[in-house]
């Protein structure tokens, strides 16, 4: 399983969101319908399942589903 589906199973588990909405351009706020809590949540699950910390200023950066995979591969996860 590559990054990339990694990553949109846990969104797709952790927002309780379909497939077809979990692509890359989605907005957590705007299009998948995310609070601050949800997004809380979400990066303490990533924190957890890829062995990394998110800084706030860090998380401030991340506002769609692609920003989420260009930061772990920032982080060198693969």
């Known amino acids: 399983m590559t990054l990339e589906e990694r990553v949109m199973e846990l969104i797709i588990e952790q927002l309780d969101i379909t497939r077809e909405e979990c692509v890359p351009e989605a907005s957590f706020l705007d299009d998948l319908g995310a609070d601050s809590l949800d997004l809380w949540e979400l990066i303490m699950e990533m924190e957890e399942t890829f062995n990394l910390d998110v800084d706030e200023e860090e998380l401030q ?18």
């Open 61 to 78: 950066k991340i506002r769609t589903v692609q920003d989420v995979i260009d930061f772990l591969k920032s982080k060198g996860v693969s």
